[in-house]
């Protein structure tokens, strides 16, 4: 059923292109130019790449009964893509699971999270979920140990460890594929939403991947919520991108009943109820994704919340609650460094100058804009 609206509304991109994409992914008839229109093939992946979609493009389009309409090689071209990110994902499977396994082996409670972890549980091979990192989610007190586990198998950190609430371990591995690890000890860096849930919480309601036995991932309700957050929560994404998009999809039509009214529950309670409608209603729009009448019904009622209080949504209260869960003076003194002196490189790179003579001035810009934005109510 609809939750948003008459269909008239419910157009989403103007280009053929995006259209025939969402089609194939949808597995719905297409009006593809079946002659040797080489440009339009080319066009279409480029969209495809940019969203995410490529490989799953590809995969979609091969086991649709419009493939032997295509001219051989179109179909090559798509063969030699679903081939090249079988490979590649092969490739970053080996540095991620000796990686995996001696956090593990470390006895490192953690949680696998976003594109690695509904590539291995709601796609038909894990490569078809376009990605460029895999996210862990771990607890503070851990940070120090999985830093120094990751740069013992010959990662590199390329950045803080405390004050963005994640970082990025990288590693190049075999035929030069670049593995990243992302490791993250909030679920967002926004502290509107970086305390909705606690580590326990997640990890409680974990499920464990089928494939691995031993790596645990969100529960459905849980990598619903996050997913959701995750589209409005950075304007600086491409805004739609059909892969988080698709991947919303593909979380509401394999959730049961009961993992959806935990859904609906847990987003009333975390007061992102409404942001979690918005962000299905898109969904919906690309995707004609189903839902059911009870769920409909409940997204379509008013969604009024409680507003949180300033000190709640502000840097302030998350800087605190910060200082209150990391283990111990260390860790609590790095943070408020990495705050209050970042390395001279980060500054530079952060305005865009390579001058250092402007280190004073950028220095200033810095405090000033931190100021603002962590030491008042915003």
Known sequence: MDICGPSENREIAEDVHMKEIINVLCDRPINWPYENDDEYLEKTLKIAQIHGVAPLFCYHFRHSADWKKLPSHHQDICLKRLKLEAGLDALREVEESTALQALISAQIPMLLLKGAALGR???????????????????????????????????????????????????????????????????????????????????????????SNT?????????????????????????????????????????????????????????????????????????????????????????????????????????????????????????????ILPPTDEVLTKYDCTNKAMLPFLYARYYLQGAIRRFTLR
């Open 215 to 339: 790596i645990t991932t969100l529960s459905e309700y849980h990598a619903l919520i996050l997913a959701c957050i995750h589209l409005v929560s950075n304007p600086q994404h491409i805004q739609n991108r059909l892969i988080w998009l698709h991947d919303i999809h593909l979380l509401l039509t394999k959730m049961s009943s009961i993992n959806l009214q935990r859904f609906m529950a847990l987003a009333g309670e975390c007061g992102v109820l409404e942001i979690c409608r918005e962000v299905i209603c898109t969904t919906q729009k690309h995707f004609n994704t189903e839902l059911s009448p009870e769920l409909t019904g409940q997204l379509s009622e008013d969604l009024s919340l409680p507003e949180k209080s300033r000190y709640r949504k502000s840097y302030l209260a998350l800087i605190i609650d910060d200082l209150r869960i990391l283990p111990d003076m260390m860790s609590r003194s790095k943070l408020l460094k990495e705050l």
């Open 121 to 211: 549980s709601h796609y038909p091979e894990s490569y078809l979920r376009s990605r460029s990192d895999i996210d862990l989610l771990i607890l503070p007190k851990d940070i120090q140990s999985v830093s120094e586990i990751l740069s013992g198998l010959g990662l590199t950190c390329g950045g803080p460890l405390y004050k963005n609430h994640q970082f990025t371990f990288t590693k190049i591995g075999l035929n030069d594929v670049t593995v990243n690890f992302d490791i993250h000890w909030r679920l967002t860096n926004l502290p509107e939403y970086a305390r909705i849930f606690e580590f326990e919480e997640l990890l409680k309601a974990s499920s464990t991947i089928e494939e």
